[in-house]
Structure formats: C-alpha cells, structure tokens
C-alpha cells in the first residue's frame, strides 16, 4: 500500500492524517448534532458542519486514492488541502485563545497534531508533485 509513494515515512504520516480525516468526517456527518452541542454551537449550524463533513470525506478519498496511483502529479491536491488544513489550524487557535472559545481547545490539539503530519507528509514528497 505504501509502495506507489516510494517514502515510507511520508505514506505512513499521511496515514495517520487519513485516519484522522476519517474521524472528522464520520463525526460531522453522523453525530453532528452531539458534536455542535458539545461545543456550545446551536443546531443552527447543522447544514454548515455537515458541508464541512462532506468536504472532509472529499479530501480523505482523494487522500486514499493517493494510496493506489501515487502521488505524482498531484501538487494542486496536496498545496489545497495544506491551505485549508492551516487555515483551519489558524482559526481553532484564535478561537481559543482570542475569542474565549473554551470548548475548542481539544479539537485545535488534535488539528495541530494533523497538521504537523501532513506538513512532515508534504515536505517528503513535495519533489515528486
């Protein structure tokens, strides 16, 4: 499975971070409900975290398909969801410590986490895209 990235470390890094893309789309597509409670968000917000659910199964399949073509050729794919996953790094910080968003502080660890594993992902392969 991880023979198409010839670079053992970047495909295992970019495994973790598919798991975890993983995590966040089965949780804002089938518990968003309990999700935005837990984060003080109204069911208002419904229809926006479930987008967001989907845009994350987009990006986690495009990831996975990685898996089986290699990941030659996909610089616009991968310099995309390094942009989105920083700016969602950048955001959950600054709700937590400007915006006094208590409750998010565990979802911008986790984020951090994810990021460093793409951008350590990223850096191994990004002669090959």
């Known amino acids: 499975?991880?023979?198409?990235?010839?670079?053992?470390?970047?495909a295992i890094s970019l495994g973790i971070y598919l798991l975890g893309g993983?995590?966040?789309?089965?949780?804002?597509?089938f518990m968003t409900e309990a999700w935005l409670q837990e984060n003080g968000i109204g069911p208002e917000a419904v229809g926006v975290a479930r987008v967001l659910?989907?845009?994350?199964l987009g990006l986690t399949i495009s990831l996975l398909r990685t898996y089986s073509t290699g990941p030659d050729g996909q610089n616009a794919y991968f310099t995309?969801?390094?942009?989105?996953?920083?700016?969602?790094?950048?955001?959950?910080?600054?709700?937590?410590?400007?915006?006094?968003a208590a409750t998010v502080i565990d979802d911008a660890i986790i984020v951090s986490v994810l990021t460093a594993l793409l951008l350590f992902g990223y850096v191994r392969i990004r002669s090959r895209l």
């Open 1 to 10: 499975m991880f023979g198409k990235y010839n670079d053992t470390p970047a």
């Open 22 to 29: 993983l995590f966040y789309t089965v949780q804002l597509l």
């Open 53 to 56: 659910g989907f845009t994350w």
């Open 80 to 100: 995309a969801m390094v942009i989105a996953q920083i700016g969602i790094l950048l955001n959950l910080w600054h709700q937590h410590l400007f915006a006094g």
